[in-house]
């Protein structure tokens, strides 16, 4: 039988590096380096609710982790420590391949971007993984929300919709090529944070968010912190060219392919502000770190989001994104 | 309908005070002053295991906090900031009745302690509340479970054992007077955490830890920590009237009172060693600060701990403390 402190020792503790004191004591401590802000963040992911409860464990690990770093990756900081909170049934407490897999997805990844687990809590319960992350940033240069100003431009990075579409073709709502589904599962399972962006994005951007909750909802959370409104030329959003093929009018599936791409969430890309001037260099920054960076639209005065083709006819679409409790 | 964001601005966002970025961003920004260790833990409290679903949402809110600040108690450190990660059922979204109160409970607590909610997440699934708690301390000066050594006394706050009785007088197994009850009560649904106290044990203390699973449990944790063995004696455990009561030999209750006292958990009362010659200087502290303070054995060389009378008779106690998969 697994106690909790089994689980603890066995599956989550490593020698702390960076960490004054890591797991195992009533709490972790860390030394924040002159001159550096300190920033954290938490996120859960709730079985049933943001994952199918029979999802591979070692997935999910993964994704635990990165939906955290993206936060981390949207504030243009480097992450360094997290903490853990687990709330497993009891018969996953007694799964030590479940475990196995669970813990190797979320260190797999914690290493690849040099993060540190330094604690957490372990309990009974429906499943329920919270991670808390922080990072440190140099003072004053974190990526806000509410600093973005007409007239800059509004740039997504990668492609839109990806992770929506691989939700609908696992809910029978979407057909897909068994290629098409490949590659779009693999960013609904295993999302790749945009840490390394993020933190070249700290002299080119205005403001920032991940996309978590969809475009149009993401999008809507700058300009409303920020106090003033966006026009986004819908075609040059970017997305795949599964995707692409159902947004063209008359296919049958357009409207769900609409809402996989503005409001369908999940994809843990960086939507930015930028202002005109920086155009040229985030082309190039672009080109180096071979990451497609997409120019949508600009922000204006005013209040809103205006959605429109390079025609200039609008198109109106009523979900905005996704919310737990309206859903 | 509440939407997720409705219930972060109407109920769990403030302005921030000492953050330099609050509720309301991808991450919260904060800066440790030079000198100062940052000191970081998490709590979570599950539905159905940590507390009953029906109970006071005031208190909820209360305890979901204060078992965090109790673990900035052990370390000696001065809570500055928390992170709450509410996981909560379609219903209780739309419960304003309950999100107020539950609220109030937690901002009461917040605000007695000067602790400042600057993040989190709020998102839909069976109710599991997460706490993430920063704190502040000087450099090297937090209080670790690793550091008691043979000849060091062995001290707790308080009373030991009320949460455990309350819980078992809820579950009609234990027999309480309504004064009694009432008493009990008030320890399990508002346990007050130790923190000025943790703050003065800084000098004086060697190790420390808060004691959430029982004494037995969490005084082995400090052995374990710090590869060393203990001798308690059992009439020195610090108890209510009430539970004394039930201790006496032949008592119907007994066996069940010795699990309150040593293996109940839900105390937040500290436990701590400290050399013998900070004897006089804790007794007074424990008279400036008006907290029992009682001395209740000894640090061993050796592994393990041996409960005995004064008279020097050894009691086994099966129990050892909480274990939420064994229990």
Redesign the interface.
């Known amino acids: 039988?697994?106690?909790?402190?089994d689980?603890i020792r066995r599956y989550f503790t490593r020698p702390s590096r960076r960490a004054?004191?890591g797991v195992?004591?009533?709490?972790?401590?860390?030394?924040?380096r002159?001159g550096m802000?300190?920033?954290?963040?938490?996120?859960?992911l709730?079985?049933?609710?943001?994952f199918f409860a029979h999802t591979d464990p070692a997935n999910l690990g993964h994704k635990s982790l990165a939906v955290n770093l993206s936060?981390?990756a949207?504030?243009g900081?480097t992450p360094r420590?997290v903490?853990l909170?687990l709330?497993i049934p009891?018969e996953l407490?007694?799964d030590d391949a479940w475990l196995n897999a669970f813990s190797s997805g979320f260190f797999t990844l914690a290493d690849q971007f040099d993060v540190e687990l330094?604690?957490?809590?372990?309990?009974?319960?429906?499943l329920?993984i919270?991670v808390?992350?922080?990072?440190e940033?140099q003072?004053g240069r974190?990526l806000?929300?509410?600093t973005a100003v007409a007239g800059d431009d509004i740039w997504v990075s990668g492609e839109l919709g990806n992770a929506a579409l691989a939700l609908g073709y696992l809910r029978r709502k979407i057909v897909l090529t068994p290629q098409e589904a490949q590659a779009c599962l693999s960013h609904l399972d295993k999302p790749v944070p945009r840490v390394g962006l993020g933190q070249q994005l700290q002299k080119l951007a205005s403001s920032?968010?991940?996309i978590s909750d969809g475009l149009l909802a993401d999008l809507g959370h700058i300009l409303r912190?920020s106090g003033i409104g966006a026009k986004v030329d819908f075609e040059r959003i970017p997305c795949s060219s599964a995707l692409r093929k159902k947004l063209m009018p008359g296919h049958l599936e357009r409207k769900l392919a609409m809402d996989c791409l503005l409001a369908g969430g999940d994809d843990y890309e960086l939507c930015f502000t930028a202002a005109a001037n920086n155009h040229e260099a985030l082309v190039q920054l672009s080109q180096q770190s071979n990451i497609q960076l997409s120019c949508i639209g600009e922000i204006v005065t005013g209040d809103g989001l205006t959605l429109s083709t390079v025609a200039g006819v609008p198109i109106h679409h009523e979900r905005k994104g996704h919310?737990?409790?309206?859903?």
């Open positions: 039988m697994n106690s909790e402190f689980i004054l004191l195992g004591d009533d709490a972790a401590i860390i030394t924040c002159t802000d300190l920033v954290a963040s938490t996120d859960t709730v079985a049933d609710r943001h936060d981390m949207a504030m900081a420590w903490m909170s709330t009891r407490a007694q330094i604690g957490g809590d372990t309990t009974c319960g429906p329920n919270g808390q992350i922080m990072g940033i003072h974190a806000k929300r509410s920032a968010i991940d912190s919310d737990h409790f309206l859903a």
